[in-house]
């Protein structure tokens, strides 16, 4: 049975393998190149300077300067790290919804069921040898991205918790591959054509993708929150801090200034008859206001979100199998 699997899904894998080498021919170069750039700027001292904090204000000046001649130059590639977010996707509509869908849409199921080899069997060597595969395929991706991606998380504010790059690195891949295909393989047991199982693949997938990423995410954990006076010397933030929401408040705690800071010049450097805030209606007391996530809490962030599109693939595959003792 495992082999007669291995002989359906062998093509699959070779034009599969194909593609990541084309992929790695394209990404290998460019992730060296950003290495070289990186390096020749000096950004590393940058990067550990800034992490022990306490930095002096030309060094920091110097190091902004570094990053966003950095970010001037590799800036446009992250139009090519939205493209590879959909790969996971790809995967699922390509690996997943046909493995049901497409032997109950031919009917080469009931060959099989006739062989004295039970559904049941059928079904979890099926699953099995994909699920071996993409999970290869999908560490794999994680590693290679995690390296790819490395330079742009260092040049940037919020770091690794930037958007779009959150999701390329780490382990989530490897929780979005899984579930793109477990998604496949429910919808196949479902609607049992391979359109409209796709159909389902994609639209379920970007959904609850989107579900978890704007609504779940933030909350993993409580947010922390950093609050400094309008006046005086801005606080040292941690490079990396996934900032959730900004702010300026009066001294009552009422909102003034959505998504902003304000930072005021000392009295005597105001002109005369002015004060700092006043076209705001700031009153004595004011501060800045922030809410964010820590930095050092992103592999926590990385494990809680596999953890729930696993158990989700998990659950779909649960599912599927117990569909396919109802096919006739």
Not at 64 to 82: H, S
Not at 102 to 110: C, D, M, Q
Not at 263 to 291: I, S, V
Request: aromatic share 12%.
């Amino acid at each position: 049975m495992i082999w007669m699997a291995w002989r359906q899904h062998r093509r699959q894998v070779l034009f599969t393998l194909l593609a990541f080498a084309a992929l790695a021919a394209l990404m290998v170069p460019l992730g060296l190149a950003m290495r070289h750039s990186f390096d020749q700027l000096g950004l590393p001292d940058c990067v550990q300077a800034l992490s022990r904090g306490d930095v002096a204000r030309e060094t920091m000046d110097s190091c902004e300067q570094g990053f966003r001649r950095f970010t001037n130059q590799y800036g446009a590639l992250n139009f090519v790290a939205v493209l590879l977010l959909i790969l996971p996707l790809l995967v699922g509509l390509f690996w997943g919804a046909p493995l049901v869908a497409r032997e109950v849409e031919h009917g080469t199921h009931r060959f099989v069921w006739t062989q004295g080899i039970s559904r049941q069997r059928w079904a979890l060597v099926k699953v099995g040898t994909v699920g071996a595969v993409v999970l290869s395929l999908a560490v794999c991706y994680g590693l290679g991205m995690s390296w790819w991606v490395d330079p742009l998380t260092k040049t940037a504010h919020e770091g690794r918790f930037g958007f779009i790059v959150f999701d390329l690195q780490g382990v989530v891949p490897i929780g979005y591959t899984l579930f793109a295909v477990a998604l496949g393989i429910f919808a196949g047991t479902v609607w049992r054509r391979m359109l409209p199982a796709m159909a389902v693949t994609l639209f379920g997938y970007v959904g609850v993708r989107a579900v978890v990423e704007v609504l779940a995410r933030p909350r993993f954990q409580p947010a922390e929150t950093l609050t400094f006076p309008v006046s005086g010397t801005e606080p040292q933030v941690t490079r990396g801090d996934w900032i959730l929401s900004s702010g300026v408040r009066n001294a009552d705690g009422k909102m003034v200034l959505n998504d902003g800071n304000l930072m005021c010049p000392p009295p005597d450097r105001m002109p005369p008859g002015k004060t700092c805030g006043e076209e705001l209606g700031l009153g004595p007391g004011a501060y800045n206001w922030q809410l964010y996530q820590p930095a050092d809490r992103f592999w926590l962030f990385q494990g809680i979100e596999t953890g729930i599109f696993v158990a989700l693939a998990l659950l779909l595959v649960y599912l599927a199998v117990r569909r396919i003792r109802r096919i006739a």
